[in-house]
């Protein structure tokens, strides 16, 4: 069965960086887009960034230059880099898997996603 195992969650300072990890397992890793999304308290889950492929990586623009997202296809595993962070970012952080069928255009559709992670909270304290 598909599996997506987050980590590396925490809390720290305005300025710091953070690197998430999501797992997979259940299926072959290299044949979909790994997306990541997040939910703040109150607001609704929000587009982060997603990895058609290693070469095909979409982001949000509230992220865009300081969030870094990677694949590691041999691990099975999909990062997110997070440097600046900022206040604002402290949210529930989670990972996502495609469908078979995928358009990059919606990538910011959460209805395009699958599987679900089961989240990791990053808090960022001013």
């Known amino acids: 069965q598909v599996q997506l195992v987050v980590s590396g969650g925490g809390l720290v300072q305005a300025g710091s960086s953070l690197r998430l990890s999501c797992a997979a397992s259940g299926f072959t890793f290299s044949n979909y887009a790994m997306a990541w999304f997040r939910q703040a308290p109150g607001k609704e889950r929000e587009f982060v960034g997603v990895s058609r492929n290693s070469n095909t990586i979409v982001y949000a623009d509230s992220v865009k230059g300081r969030f870094t997202i990677s694949r590691d296809n041999a691990e099975n595993t999909v990062y997110l880099q997070m440097d600046s962070l900022e206040p604002e970012d402290t949210a529930v952080y989670y990972c996502?898997?495609?469908?078979?069928?995928?358009?990059?255009?919606?990538?910011?559709?959460?209805?395009?996603?699958?599987?679900w992670g089961q989240g990791t909270q990053v808090t960022v304290s001013s």
């Open positions: 996502a898997r495609s469908g078979v069928v995928y358009d990059i255009a919606r990538a910011s559709d959460a209805r395009l996603y699958q599987y």
